[in-house]
């Protein structure tokens, strides 16, 4: 069983289109995070939600909407698509009450715009 | 604010011999200290973490870091590295309150383990 499960894992779309991943975690955790790997394998948190509530919205593109339907799901989509959107996105999810327990990642969806 | 530093971008060592890949970090506050590491085209994997108690934690594949509070460091270690030890380290920081708990990533080693 895969705790933390991302579709697609590669995505390669044109300029202007819009679309979504989507992530699901089967560990029973209550929050839920996406993060962005850029060319430089730089890693920066996007959105936290928690029980189903966003709890972190860093500086990114109101163009970025996660989406979470239940605790379980944390889907992200992203309209407009631009060059400069290419990156590696990564779905996690950790257990915050229990603020010591590590975070799970997913496998990653490589997006590409062209 | 909390941050993380990682100095080295790549670490290259001999098979055989000890690795040692720094992180520095800053936070307000009680810190939970986290390595992660990466292998080419997959997630991210838990490897080990400091919350409390002993300041040396050992991990998985035999990888164990050392916590020094007074120096803000939690460097990774292994006392014999392997060829399949190549891969992208991250050390990852939180604070023990607030309601975020964010994780903050470094900005990732590079380890080459030379046969």
């Known amino acids: 069983d895969t705790a933390v499960s991302q579709t697609p894992k590669y995505l390669v779309t044109q300029m202007g289109n819009d679309k979504s991943i989507k992530c699901e975690q089967n560990l029973g955790h209550d929050t839920m995070y996406w993060y962005k790997q850029d060319s430089k394998k730089f890693l920066k948190i996007m959105f936290s939600y928690n029980n189903k509530e966003l709890i972190i919205n860093e500086t990114v593109p109101n163009r970025f909407s996660p989406k979470s339907p239940d605790k379980a799901h944390l889907n992200l989509h992203i309209n407009s698509l631009e060059l400069g959107d290419s990156a590696v996105y990564f779905c996690a999810s950790s257990q915050v009450n229990g603020a010591g327990t590590e975070a799970f990642f997913g496998q990653g969806t490589r997006l590409t715009v062209v | 604010a909390q941050s993380v530093a990682q100095p080295e971008d790549q670490v290259n060592v001999a098979e055989g011999n000890p690795l040692t890949v720094k992180c520095t970090y800053s936070?307000?506050?009680?810190?939970?200290l986290f390595w992660y590491v990466q292998y080419p085209n997959r997630g991210l994997q838990f490897l080990l973490k400091?919350?409390?108690?002993?300041?040396l934690v050992k991990g998985s594949y035999g990888f164990e870091a050392e916590f020094n509070k007074s120096q803000t460091s939690f460097h990774l270690k292994k006392p014999s590295a392997l060829v399949s030890d190549s891969a992208l380290y991250f050390c990852a920081v939180k604070i023990s309150s607030g309601s975020a708990r964010q994780l903050t990533f470094g900005s990732g080693t590079q380890l080459t383990v030379l046969p």
């Open positions: 936070v307000s506050g009680n810190p939970y």
């Open positions: 400091y919350i409390t108690g002993d300041n």
